[in-house]
């Protein structure tokens, strides 16, 4: 099974990261995409991200009625940072008939070599740069040639359509009392009102 794996806080998800998910689904050719929202990212421990329960909650709305999209609680019930290498370690360790495709943004790619373990990544799993359309391809191929010739092969490029749209924005606008409609899915922006999310961030 060709399985792409998708991390990140989504807080809240939006349709951004769901267009970002089906473009690289059709043009990896991906049986499935699992989205794995983070535990408690590296990046961001001091920072308040809402509890799991809610975004999982958001997720398994955002993502009802399409089965090649599934949510993966990994991170969630991993105690500690949530590392991307130990995720890909764990899901071989389970199933090393999957291959995995890891998806992040092209912007990610000039900091990957500051991840744990970027080399050991890569041998885990394709990775999947997605450009927005903000990125040139040549500052991209030199992203690439950065992480060494084993990343040559390893990694991928995807094209979506610029979407700018930012879970950042969300909150600001669900704090601000302002209509969050086209941005996320109906279902999510009823449970954000509802459960009167985001309105201390």
């Not at 689904?25 to 794995?36: G, H, I, K, N, Y």
Request: net charge negative; with cysteine; charged share 30%.
């Amino acid at each position: 099974m060709r399985l792409g794996i998708y991390g990140g806080t989504f807080d809240p998800v939006h349709y951004g990261h769901l267009l970002l998910a089906e473009q690289c689904r059709e043009q990896c050719a991906l049986d499935e995409v699992w989205f794995v929202p983070a535990g408690v990212p590296p990046h961001k421990q001091g920072d308040g991200i809402t509890p799991a329960k809610d975004r999982i909650n958001m997720l398994d709305f955002a993502l009802a009625g399409m089965p090649e999209f599934s949510i993966s609680r990994i991170e969630v019930d991993r105690e500690g940072p949530s590392y991307t290498v130990d995720t890909l370690q764990h899901l071989v360790d389970a199933d090393d008939s999957r291959e995995l495709f890891l998806l992040i943004g092209a912007d990610s790619l000039t900091d990957f070599p500051t991840w744990r373990e970027p080399q050991r990544i890569l041998e885990l799993a394709t990775l999947v740069a997605v450009n927005r359309g903000d990125f040139d391809e040549q500052q991209l191929r030199a992203d690439v040639e950065r992480l060494g010739s084993q990343a040559t092969d390893r990694v991928r490029f995807v094209e979506m359509p610029g979407v700018d749209i930012s879970a950042t924005d969300i909150r600001d606008r669900a704090k601000a009392e302002r209509s969050l409609r086209f941005l996320t899915p109906r279902p999510v922006v009823h449970y954000i009102v509802e459960h009167g999310l985001y309105r201390d961030a």
